[in-house]
């Protein structure tokens, strides 16, 4: 059974870092795509970046690209988010994904 454990969120202010992980297991090998979505309060869960068994990564909403990056340490079994200039929309639960699995979620929030 897979489980995913995310973990790296907090408060920051505007302007501020952080880097979110996801730790995978159960997988039978490290060849799989592993997604992190977030959802804010009252708004639809969106997919925010993927990242495939060979690295390919892509982030997907346009007003985080240039500031969010996703990678992955197969010998941790962990994914990355990291997160730079955080901006107060960024305000979220942050769920790391794959296949039919989710994690708990993590709470960002960024405010002043």
């Known amino acids: 059974q897979v489980q995913l454990v995310e973990s790296g969120g907090g408060l920051v202010q505007p302007g501020g870092s952080l880097r979110l992980s996801c730790v995978a297991t159960?997988?039978?090998?490290?060849?799989?795509?592993l997604n992190w979505y977030r959802q804010a309060p009252g708004k639809r869960r969106e997919l925010v970046a993927t990242?495939?068994?060979?690295?390919?990564?892509?982030i997907v909403p346009n007003d985080v690209k240039g500031r969010f990056s996703i990678s992955r340490d197969d010998a941790k079994n962990t994914v990355y988010l990291q997160m730079d200039n955080l901006k107060t929309d960024d305000t979220a639960v942050y769920y790391c994904?794959?296949?039919?699995?989710w994690g708990q979620g993590t709470q960002v929030t960024v405010s002043s």
């Open positions: 990242i495939s068994g060979t690295g390919v990564s892509r």
């Open positions: 994904h794959q296949a039919d699995s």
């Open positions: 159960g997988l039978t090998n490290g060849n799989y795509r």
